[in-house]
């Protein structure tokens, strides 16, 4: 998890260079693409944030995840690289594109042979509720999967620490967001 006010500041400042960056090329843009320009500044500026606000090693996996599935899409590349700069944009998107790493089948790995040594050693247990209950929680960790970007080969407790963080990192983009056009608008009538 990020110390916020680290991370605003930190979500901030990218978000102002990305927003002057989606800004330049406004003029020849329909109303359609700037909106689609200002939710990209605005997903790119805060996964760049949140890598730059934690330990330089971790980069979330949303954070992976919301810059891969922006530049899989071609239209964005021209203005990810305005913003990301160049080099910034090929690192990660290279490293986006290799989300399943060799750590994730690792985790898995150790996963299986603990269900497996726990299977051996638990009795047999005639609980249909319990079954109930963990085939709700898998259908609820999939859908989990399903909505936090770079989440696919993410099991248990890091699927959940992943969210948290993705939670409150979208939080302050709201917040961030708001006060935005909270100021435009007074801008505006000043």
């Known amino acids: 998890m990020h110390p916020p006010r680290r991370f605003k500041k930190a979500f901030m400042a990218q978000l102002l260079v990305s927003l002057r960056a989606a800004g330049q090329a406004s003029k020849s843009m329909g ?12 997903d790119v500026a805060m996964a760049l944030a949140s890598s730059s606000s934690s330990s330089p090693r971790t980069t979330a996996a949303w954070a992976r995840g919301l810059v891969a599935r922006h530049a899989a899409e071609r239209r964005n590349e021209a203005l990810m690289r ?7 944009y090929e690192v990660a998107a290279a490293a986006a594109a290799g989300t399943r790493s060799r750590k994730a089948a690792r985790c898995r790995r150790i996963v299986r042979r603990s269900r497996r040594a726990l299977m051996r050693t638990a009795p047999a247990s005639g609980g249909g509720g319990a079954m109930a209950a963990r085939r ?25 620490s992943e969210t948290l963080d993705y939670v409150a990192c979208l939080k302050t983009q709201v917040e961030l967001m708001q006060c935005l056009c909270k100021g435009s608008r007074s801008s505006r009538l000043g």
């Open 82 to 88: 305005r913003i990301m700069g160049g080099a910034g």
């Open 136 to 160: 709700m929680v898998k259908a609820r960790m999939r859908v989990l999967r399903t909505l936090v970007p770079g989440a696919d080969g993410l099991r248990g407790f890091s699927l959940l």
């Open 31 to 42: 109303l359609r693409e700037r909106r689609d320009a200002v939710r990209l500044s605005s």
